[in-house]
């Protein structure tokens, strides 16, 4: 028998990858192990301050605790509404608001980077209010459209209107010079160049936009659902943290995070679906 012959198998042959491991990675990216890490200690300390009483129970109840209101708020209820009854009552404002914001920002932002005229006429309407604060603007709304949900949609429409306004029209106005010349050169006419330049190329940037707006939406949500309401997320914090009920101040917080980013992300799958050569 020759030493090849009686050489082992695995000798010879060629080193196979280590499948499980490229799966492993495959799976769990370092970003998306990063980001695991990072909640995962956030809640560690969470949970150490809440046991060892570094912090007030009071002012920080132990996540057991929080999620107790969870169940509770669920179940039976906070001041008489359950707690997707608050969720939609606070996701039917959000979106009015901000949907009217998307209808009326984006094309008045691409006419406005698009038509200096236009941008002169809307440009100080829009610079004027835009540092305004919510809550001066509010006591204003009420004024004019009472204390129902019109002025609470009126109030989330102008916190999302600027951000959407001005990244369109930057969006607009930065379209290279060079593709527009190249499509009129080909005969393209106004509605070709909107369709197929213009729109492509603005997408991005106005996504951007609906991603930084849906933030300022959420951002006014509270103060937006003060007065004179009966339900609602930011009217269930407000009114929880009158009594210093932390559990539920802290749970309402956690369901207004998880839904804004549950929106983000259908922006974001639109973003991909509108514009796949960005992510290739």
């Known amino acids: 028998m020759s030493a090849v012959e009686t050489a082992p198998e695995h000798a010879s042959s060629p080193v196979r990858p280590r499948l499980l491991p490229a799966r492993l990675r495959a799976a769990l990216p370092r970003t998306r192990l990063l980001t695991a890490l990072t909640a995962a200690t956030l809640f560690a300390l969470w949970w150490l301050a809440a046991h060892y009483a570094w912090v007030n129970p009071l002012f920080l109840p132990s996540p057991r605790t929080v999620w107790d209101a969870f169940v509770r708020t669920a179940t039976v209820g906070y001041q008489g509404s359950l707690l997707h009854e608050h969720l939609i009552a ?76 001005i990244s369109s029209m930057q969006a607009a106005a930065s379209v290279d010079p060079r593709y527009v010349k190249a499509a009129k050169s080909l005969g393209a006419n106004s509605r070709q160049l909107f369709r197929h330049v213009f729109l492509p190329a603005c997408l991005p940037g106005i996504c951007t936009g609906m991603r930084i707006s849906l933030g300022f939406t959420y951002t006014v949500l509270v103060a937006a659902e003060i007065v004179a309401a009966t339900a609602g997320l930011g009217w269930m914090i407000w009114d929880a943290s009158k009594f210093l009920l932390g559990d539920i101040v802290i749970m309402g917080l956690f369901v207004l995070a998880f839904t804004g980013m549950a929106l983000d992300f259908l922006i974001r799958l639109t973003e991909r679906a509108l514009t796949p050569w960005r992510f290739r």
Do not use: H, N, Q
């Open 90 to 165: 606070s996701l039917y404002r959000v979106l009015a608001g901000y949907s009217l914001a998307c209808l009326v920002g984006i094309p008045l932002g691409i006419v406005m980077g698009l038509s200096r005229d236009v941008k002169a006429v809307f440009d100080p309407v829009i610079e004027f209010y835009r540092p305004l604060p919510p809550l001066a603007l509010y006591t204003l709304i009420v004024m004019w459209l009472g204390i129902g949900d019109a002025s609470k949609i009126a109030i989330l429409f102008l916190a999302a209107l600027p951000p959407l306004t």
